[in-house]
């Protein structure tokens, strides 16, 4: 008796896969939030409240992100198997954790950018190291606005006077969390934990120790450590984008992670790196100012430090069996 069953047209195999790689997404300190639930006729993505990070996001938006993320990951997979995947977001007939139902919509051929896009989910990872100082092109700026734009949500690419206003809001919230003791207490469960682990940012992808002189402050993920290499400095000029939606609800979250993955991986097609920075929307006053400096008009979902990298370390995943729901839904 295989553990996958086949569903949607797909054999075992392939339903394997998709999970697989649906499960390569983003998520916040590595958690991996999500859950699958597999019927012949429907797969359904579902959050996992063990999963929560109640201290950096109390409302779950991250989580529902990272499950957004990886619900864009299953459609590619999808397509690339050859279904057209039909998505209904927050089904109201579902348990209180169900996020997404996908259904058959026949077969598709997968257009040859899905494919690259498909191509690109095992090579996606966050890079926290310095990148090189060779701007982003315009051409591949249009190409990241119009990803995120086919995903109903759009890119605000900082524009220079901004920037000062936003650096000190990002130091500001890195100082506020470090100085909780809950937060850390949090942060600190999920990194530097041994190589076997499957969950968590490992040591080798925390990228260099956050210092204050730097312009886009890093989270710590380097518990433990207290220097680091001397002579690291960070690029100059980093693209900074900020993915917004137009309304704050649910439903704009799980579309803002389907566009966040799909903006990642057009951004690693192309040949860019990219890391999150955070904690600026985790506290609700830094975010307000964010979103005020936006001029009061949209959500404020992540912001990204997008450059030409240099060379970045997988974070582990857990194996796609380890995803599956068996019965009904736990809430
Ligand atoms: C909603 C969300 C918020 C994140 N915030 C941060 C952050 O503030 N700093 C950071 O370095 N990485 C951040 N990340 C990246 C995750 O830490 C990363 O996706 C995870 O560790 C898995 O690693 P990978 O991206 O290399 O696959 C975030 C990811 C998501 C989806």
Redesign the pocket.
Same mark, same amino acid.
């Given at each position: 008796m295989p553990t996958f069953p086949a569903a949607l047209g797909l054999t075992s195999c392939q339903v394997e896969q998709v999970i697989r790689l649906a499960g390569?997404?983003?998520?916040?300190?590595?958690s991996q939030p999500w859950r699958f639930r597999i019927m012949p006729h429907l797969i359904e993505l579902h959050a996992d409240p063990k999963r929560r990070l109640p201290v950096a996001d109390p409302e779950d938006r991250?989580l529902r992100?990272?499950c957004g993320?990886a619900l864009f990951n299953l459609r590619l997979a999808l397509t690339q198997a050859g279904v057209h995947p039909l998505v209904t977001l927050l089904p109201s007939l579902g348990s209180a954790t169900a996020l997404a139902e996908i259904r058959s919509g026949g077969h598709e051929h997968p257009r040859p950018g899905d494919v690259q896009l498909c191509e690109a989910i095992p090579r996606?990872? #966050?890079h926290?190291q310095p990148f090189q100082n060779t701007p982003v092109s315009t051409e591949d700026r249009h190409e990241l606005v119009r990803a995120v734009q086919e995903e109903h949500t759009w890119l605000h690419v900082v524009p220079p006077g901004q920037l000062g206003t936003l650096e000190g809001l990002v130091h500001r919230a890195h100082r506020v969390q470090m100085s909780d003791e809950r937060y850390r207490a949090e942060l600190a469960a999920w990194v530097g934990r041994g190589d076997d682990s499957s969950e968590g940012?490992p040591l080798s992808?925390a990228?260099p120790k956050p210092g204050l002189q730097d312009q886009w402050v890093?989270?710590d993920?380097t518990v433990g450590q207290t220097e680091r290499a001397p002579g690291t400095k960070f690029e100059s000029h980093p693209l900074l984008a900020l993915l917004c939606s137009r309304t704050d609800d649910q439903e704009a979250e799980l579309q803002s992670?389907q566009a966040?993955q799909r903006l990642w991986l057009t951004a690693t097609a192309r040949g860019l790196a990219a #890391?999150?920075?955070?904690?600026v929307l985790e506290l609700p006053e830094t975010r307000q100012e964010v979103h005020d400096l936006l001029g009061g008009h949209a959500a404020p979902q992540?912001l990204l430090r997008i450059g030409h990298g240099t060379t970045?370390t997988?974070?582990p995943r857990r194996e796609p069996a380890e995803l599956l729901i068996n019965g009904p839904a736990q809430g």
């Open positions: 390569m997404a983003p998520s916040l300190h590595n991250e992100l990272a993320a996606r990872h #966050s926290r940012v992808a990228g890093n989270r993920f992670g966040l #890391s999150v920075i955070s904690q992540a970045t997988a974070a």
